[in-house]
C-alpha cells in the first residue's frame, strides 16, 4: 500500500474560480486536486482529498485519514482564523502538517493575520496561489524520500 497524502480544503474553496479571482486566482479546485493527484501519482503516493464547507466534515475526514497519513496538506479557509476543534484534530496527528493559502493572509484584513492553524502545522505557505499545494506536495515528498530507509 503506498503511502497516503491526505489534501483537506475548507469552506468556499469549492468556489475557486469563479470566488474573488483577483484575490485567489482563475484556477478551480477541481485543476488544483488533478495536479496534485499526477504530481502524487508520479511519486508512487496515494492522494486523498476533501472539500467541505463544515468543520465537522473535515474532523471526521482527519480522524478516518489523517492517522494514517504520511503527510497532510490543508488550506483551512477561514476555519484557519477560528477553527479550533479542527485545529484540536490536527494536534491529534503525528505526520507532519502543511497549511496553505493562496493568498498571502498577512496582507490582508488583521483577523486574516492569525492562524489558530499554524501552532500545529509543520510549515506554512501562504500567497504563492495554487502552485501553493504543489509546492507543499513537493517537500513532503522530499521529506518522506528523506526518511525512507
Ligand atoms: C484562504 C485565506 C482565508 O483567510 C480565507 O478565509 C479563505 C482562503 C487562502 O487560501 O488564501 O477562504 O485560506
Redesign the pocket.
Known sequence: MPATIAVIH????NMLGRREPS??GHTTLAEIDAALSARADSAGLRLVSVQSNHEGVLIDFLQNEGWNAAGIII???????YGLALRDALAALSAPIIE??????YR?EP??HTSVVAPVATGQI??LGWRGYLLALEWLIAELDASSP
Open positions: 475548507g469552506p468556499n474553496l484575490i485567489y488550506n483551512p479557509g477561514a476555519l484557519t482564523h496553505v493559502h493562496l493568498s498571502n493572509v490582508r483577523f486574516r501562504a500567497g
